[in-house]
């Protein structure tokens, strides 16, 4: 009688680790993004039906990347966990966090009992009545799940080289307009364009968690308003671009009078 092959189980995990991480790298990234508004959530999804954001409850919403049937059982399944948990207790008990360590679980199980790991990264996020009680939590394949403090969060793809155009000019409380500007910038990155220009409307989903809806609210960014808060956004940075140059080019007269009169001095 032949013996089985033995792998063991840190390769196994390992090899599974790797295989999610490499599908989910293929993908194209996606943003979460604090701002005075709300949340704001943007992708490339140029799919009218099939949807990375979602509500999840009243101020909570869902975000993903990844494989979109694994994802999108993971959606349902979480609407109604947070549906019983409101009914059996009551609505405030329900929670970023307490979904957030939901999904850990249900993932982490998936992920060490199943032969394959869902290929999937995801966020739930909840929006307070100030930016400080914002929520943001992101959970990857095996069920590491994590709070952002920073702001924002960025998902597959290349996360990397988006989230340092983010680092680098993220500030807190930015206008829903700066928001989608910066997160426009940032998601180009991926295209190797240097212009928010590379991305439009038609390529995007967008979302906000809006922070003065007192009940739901989850709302969808589209058509005449995404086109609208696209044309604020590129207006206002082709404004800030135009201003910073007309500085630098004011400054440089003054610097070679300057270098002229310390000429004539010497003589």
């Known amino acids: ?36 508004a709300g949340i704001l959530f943007v992708a490339p ?7 990375k954001f979602s509500e999840l409850y009243d101020r909570i919403a869902f975000a993903a990347v990844g494989r979109y049937n694994e994802f999108e059982s993971l959606r349902k399944a979480g609407v109604r966990y947070a549906d019983m948990t409101g009914y ?3 609505r405030r008990d ?42 943001i939590y992101r959970i990857i394949f095996d069920g ?5 403090h920073q702001g924002f969060v960025v998902m597959g793809g290349q996360a990397d080289r988006v989230a340092e155009v983010l680092k680098a000019r993220y500030q807190p409380g930015l206008s829903l307009t700066d928001a989608m500007g ?3 910038a940032a ?11 590379a991305i439009t409307a038609d390529q995007l989903e967008a979302a906000l968690l809006d922070r003065s809806r007192t009940l739901r609210a989850f709302r969808r960014l589209s058509g005449a308003r995404l086109d609208a808060l696209l044309q604020e956004a590129r207006g206002k940075a082709a404004a800030e671009g135009s201003g910073e140059s007309a500085s630098a ?15 004539g001095s010497a003589n």
């Open 1 to 36: 009688m032949s013996m089985p092959f033995y792998v063991s189980p840190e390769q196994v995990m390992k090899d599974k680790a790797d295989y999610a991480r490499k599908a989910i790298t293929r993908i194209r990234s996606g943003v979460v993004l604090a701002c005075d």
């Open 45 to 51: 999804n140029p799919s009218r039906a099939l949807r």
């Open 88 to 90: 059996t207790y009551d």
């Open 94 to 135: 329900v929670t970023a966090r307490g979904l957030a360590d939901w999904y850990a679980q249900v993932l982490g199980a998936l992920f060490t009992d199943s032969p394959k790991p869902y290929e999937v990264e995801i966020v739930v996020a909840e929006v307070g009545k100030s930016a400080d009680d914002d929520q």
């Open 144 to 148: 590491s799940v994590a709070e952002e």
């Open 182 to 184: 910066l997160t426009i």
């Open 187 to 197: 998601l180009a990155v991926q295209n190797d364009g240097n212009t928010a220009d």
């Open 249 to 263: 080019a004011a400054e440089e007269p003054g610097e070679a009078g300057d270098a002229g009169g310390d000429g």
